[in-house]
């Protein structure tokens, strides 16, 4: 290969990985904002004390007391794995972060911010994501 071919296909490459950053937003629509007005779940879901997953639309519902029910991302603060189980506590799995479910606060690392909670109402046995 020639010194220009490669020169080329490293700038080429650079390129791409400058394109590919530039995809990463913070102004792109995230899988909640489809839901926002919408039942999510039932509050039979979500058991007392614990919570539930729901993966494909990236959120955590937890009910810490008796009637008060939460909503937060379920993606990790840490490295952005999904959440994939709900105890007495959020819990990652990937990097074993945990949060609280009544405040989504962290409560073992390695994450150092709280998860992006959701207001939610509830109505009869219907839970909402809120606007």
């Known amino acids: 290969m020639t010194r220009r071919r490669m020169l080329g296909a490293t700038g080429a490459a650079g390129a791409v990985a400058a394109g590919a950053g530039a ?3 913070t102004n792109e629509p995230q899988p909640q904002d489809s839901l926002r007005g919408t ?3 039932q509050t039979s879901d979500v058991p007392q004390g614990s919570g539930t997953v729901l ?3 990236k959120l955590v519902l937890t009910q ?6 939460q909503a937060y991302s379920a993606v990790c603060t840490h490295a952005g794995c999904t959440i994939q189980e709900v105890t007495e506590r959020i819990r990652c799995l990937c990097h074993g972060s945990e949060f609280d479910i009544a405040t989504g606060e962290v409560v073992a690392g390695p994450a150092n911010d709280p998860l992006e909670k959701f207001t939610v109402s509830v109505d ?8």
């Open 23 to 25: 995809c990463s937003s």
């Open 55 to 57: 993966v494909d639309d």
């Open 124 to 131: 009869g046995t219907d839970i909402t994501l809120e606007d």
């Open 39 to 41: 039942v999510v779940a």
């Open 64 to 69: 810490p007391e008796q009637g008060e029910f």
